[in-house]
């Protein structure tokens, strides 16, 4: 259905579809006993056009996530990116990792102790630092990426010893769940987990990011601690992969 509007029809719909998705994440931080600008909101933009992420960009957005190095790269020059952070929060691949290091702000997607040392070791050779999340696999699900919660703490203390890599919070994507209910639950227990680890002291790690919650579930994540929610099809339409 998105193919068949105009591209200035789709630009008015990422317009409104920005201020109710704002007006949500303000709406669930108060409710959170938080301020609405405690809670950032990230426009994902895998397969979206240049044209409807300047859109976004030009309504406030000012934090993009992309998924594959290879696509963000590739867009990167049609941007409009003065003061607008990009976080990559796609799976990364140990050979992508030279490409994108020094190219965006963070790295949302570390999932395994191995990428963390490729991180920093690319990042000690540009001379720079990088700043990650843990992606957790919070539903242990075998399809996903993450770390169990029963390795977190070994494998923390591990990353916490790289020189370049910088651990500023957490992120995971949850199982898909039939109830809001359930959704929260997994939500809440992340929250958890993100308490726990950023009281224990590890040199290098500063945690002040929680980044959970996506199209379907921002407001619930939102109730449950998140910091940073994650917006892609609510705000572009859905996706069309080609
Ligand atoms: C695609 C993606 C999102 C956004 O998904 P929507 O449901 O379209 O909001 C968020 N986080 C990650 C890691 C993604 O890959």
């Not at 990011?209 to 449950?224: N, R």
């Amino acid at each position: 259905m998105e193919k068949l509007l105009s591209t200035n029809r789709r630009i008015e719909i990422v317009k409104e579809n920005y201020k109710i998705i704002s007006e949500r994440i303000a709406e669930a931080a108060v409710k959170s006993g938080r301020n609405p600008e405690d809670v950032r909101f990230m426009a994902v933009t895998k397969t979206v056009e240049p044209v409807l992420i300047n859109t976004a960009i030009e309504q406030g957005i000012t934090l993009i996530g992309e998924n594959r190095v290879q696509e963000f790269l590739g867009k990167e020059p049609d941007l409009h990116l003065e003061g607008v952070e990009k976080h990559l929060i796609g799976h990364l691949q140990k050979n992508k990792v030279r490409q994108i290091v020094g190219k965006v702000d963070m790295i949302e997607s570390v999932d395994s102790v191995e990428i963390a040392k490729e991180i920093s070791k690319r990042s000690e050779m540009q001379g720079i630092t990088t700043d990650v999340l843990i992606e957790v696999n919070i539903g242990e699900e075998a399809s996903k990426f993450g770390f169990a919660q029963e390795t977190l703490e070994e494998s923390l203390a591990e990353i916490a010893l790289l020189p370049a890599v910088r651990v500023r919070g957490m992120m995971c994507i949850p199982p898909i769940c039939e109830t809001k209910e359930q959704n929260r639950q997994f939500f809440s227990q992340m929250n958890k987990l993100y308490i726990d680890f950023s009281s224990k002291i590890f040199n290098n790690i500063n945690m002040n990011v929680l980044s959970m919650g996506m199209s379907a579930d921002y407001y619930e994540a939102i109730l449950e601690g998140s910091n940073l929610v994650r917006v892609g099809s609510a705000l572009f339409g859905e996706r069309i992969y080609r």
